[in-house]
């Protein structure tokens, strides 16, 4: 089969087209023919080699954790599916080799959920580690209702679906981003502010007793976080992990089909968005990574099937 991968660490000009064998089915495993794979920030830090004390990696490495597709084959005693399914997953493993940048992928059918049909190819495949990230999050937060909440980076795609889940809870939102963002932050439920230097000022004018609780989905932001925060507030960062040293919890999601099933209940009932921002054929994964690099904040970097 044809998959993107890389032999050593290093930025895209690692990344290849190559040939590598089909993935072998186990018991309990499905086969899924992908359709989409979305780009994630933890895609390339890996391939840098960023976060090699943390995970083991065995090259070649064919990079990507999010996935929609059809289910090609199944193992043994795997009753969940069968073959011509639409399905969808967060297939990270302990182990970085096989991933989601290829025609086909095997992954335990426990962490495998049908695709809502509501959504493309490509916005099924954003979703997974997105929506995963953001509930994650927001339940570390233990959100109430008509508490507020600020999210740094409210127009990354982890930000989007936080602010949606966030205003379901009843939570008032006030989200960081750019000025070009402010008006999609607003249609999806929060008081936008612009990130930078005064930023303290500008949440205070909006929450002047504070904020109740803080999603970081950016990075750096800690002392504008302490700054806002009540006392007793809640914070949790999925960027910065010296938030632990401050009463707040680092976020690593892991793979949960309930939670993703969740997720589609929302989709499918109209009551959560995905934005997709550009999609790529799966032999442009550098130039999707270049992408997704830039901090282009307007939704998901997506691939799609190989066009030769």
């Known amino acids: 089969m044809k998959a993107m991968t890389y032999a050593r660490y290093g930025g895209t000009e690692v990344l290849e087209k190559t040939q590598r064998p089909i993935p072998k089915v186990s018991p309990g495993a499905v086969l899924i023919r992908v359709k989409a794979a979305a780009v994630n920030p933890v895609d390339w830090k890996i391939m840098s080699?960023?976060?090699?004390?943390?995970?083991?990696?065995?090259?070649?490495?064919?990079?990507?954790w999010d996935v929609a597709g059809v289910v090609e084959a199944v193992?043994?005693?795997?009753?969940?599916?069968?073959?011509?399914?639409?399905?969808?997953?967060?297939?990270?493993?302990?182990?970085?080799?096989g991933g989601t940048f290829a025609e086909l992928v095997a992954l335990p059918a426990s962490i495998v959920a049908y695709k809502p049909a509501i959504l493309s190819w490509e916005q099924a495949a954003a979703l997974p580690l997105t929506g995963l990230t953001a509930q994650r999050t927001l339940e570390a937060l233990d959100l109430r209702a008509g508490q507020v909440l600020l999210?740094?980076?409210?127009?990354g795609?982890?930000?989007?679906?936080?602010?949606?889940?966030?205003a379901l809870a009843g939570a008032r939102v006030i989200a960081t981003a750019s000025p070009?963002?402010?008006?999609?932050?607003?249609?999806?439920?929060?008081?936008?502010?612009?990130?930078?230097?005064g930023l303290v000022e500008r949440v205070r004018a909006l929450a002047p007793d504070g904020v109740d609780a803080v999603a970081d989905f950016a990075g750096g932001v800690l002392e504008d976080t302490l700054a806002v925060l009540k006392d007793g507030g809640q914070q949790a960062s999925i960027a910065d992990w010296s938030v632990q040293s401050h009463g707040g919890r680092y976020i690593w999601v892991r793979p949960d089909v309930a939670e993703l099933e969740r997720l589609s209940v929302l989709v499918e009932d109209g009551l959560l968005s995905v934005d997709?921002?550009?999609?790529?054929?799966?032999?442009?994964?550098?130039?999707?990574?270049e992408a997704s690099m830039s901090g282009h904040g307007s939704g998901k970097i997506v691939l799609t099937e190989f066009s030769s």
């Open 157 to 166: 795609s982890v930000g989007r679906t936080a602010i949606q889940l966030a």
């Open 49 to 64: 080699g960023g976060l090699d004390g943390l995970m083991d990696v065995n090259f070649p490495v064919t990079p990507g």
């Open 75 to 97: 193992g043994f005693d795997t009753p969940e599916f069968e073959v011509g399914d639409e399905v969808y997953s967060y297939g990270r493993r302990d182990t970085i080799q």
């Open 180 to 197: 070009k963002n402010h008006a999609r932050l607003r249609e999806l439920g929060a008081e936008p502010v612009e990130y930078g230097t």
């Open 276 to 289: 997709v921002a550009k999609s790529f054929p799966m032999e442009e994964a550098a130039g999707a990574f």
């Open 151 to 155: 999210i740094h980076n409210g127009s």
